[in-house]
């Protein structure tokens, strides 16, 4: 892991020792924390399939094991990426974008547009947006042009959705940032978005 990630790692350290619940919890905090924690990918990979470990410790180990590129964490970071706690979701984005796995971005794209989900669909919509992927300017779109229905109450869904299209700079998303314009709240971020267009 870089500097960056050594930086991430202690602030997810941090914050999860508010979930310790006594000695045992303590001792495989301080083990998955440890700077040599990395030199066992096996010890970690065992954090994710066993049953019995808490819910932070699968999230420290599926994160090291990302940044270190090992695939073994992808599912676990997936089901992270569509948590209710959206610091687990960027701690998860952050890790699968150092992943590199090639099923990130189908992932990504079925947690954006899952409607029953779409509460929670900011941080896969800005993973999309910074994949790249084919799948990321279909998906953005999809995911646009629903919360453009009147009194929609996830704009904030939307705004990340018209700044990624803007920064991918797509023309096949020229018609929907067309309609956001119609939108208070996001007829700026489109109307900036279009201006980035070929």
Do not use: Q
């Amino acid at each position: 892991m870089d500097a960056a990630d050594d930086a991430d790692l202690a602030d997810l350290a941090l914050r999860t020792r508010a979930e310790l619940s006594g000695p045992a919890d303590e001792e495989l905090h301080l083990l998955l924390t440890a700077a040599d924690a990395t030199d066992d990918p096996d010890a970690l990979a065992v954090v994710l399939t066993e049953p019995r470990h808490p819910l932070w410790a699968r999230e420290i180990a599926a994160y090291r094991l990302g940044c270190a590129g090992d695939r073994r964490a992808f599912e676990s970071l997936v089901l992270l990426l569509n948590h209710r706690d959206p610091e687990r979701c960027v701690c998860s984005a952050h890790a699968l974008k150092r992943l590199g796995d090639p099923r990130t971005a189908s992932a990504a794209a079925a947690l954006a547009t899952n409607e029953l989900r779409v509460a929670y669909a900011l941080v896969p919509v800005r993973l999309l947006a910074a994949l790249r992927a084919p799948e990321s300017v279909p998906a953005l779109i999809t995911v646009l042009s629903r919360r453009l229905t009147p009194r929609d109450p996830h704009w904030r869904v939307a705004l990340a959705c018209i700044e990624g299209l803007g920064a991918l700079a797509d023309e096949r998303a020229r018609p929907v940032l067309e309609a956001a314009r119609a939108h208070p709240r996001l007829s700026a971020a489109a109307a900036a978005a279009l201006g980035r267009l070929p």
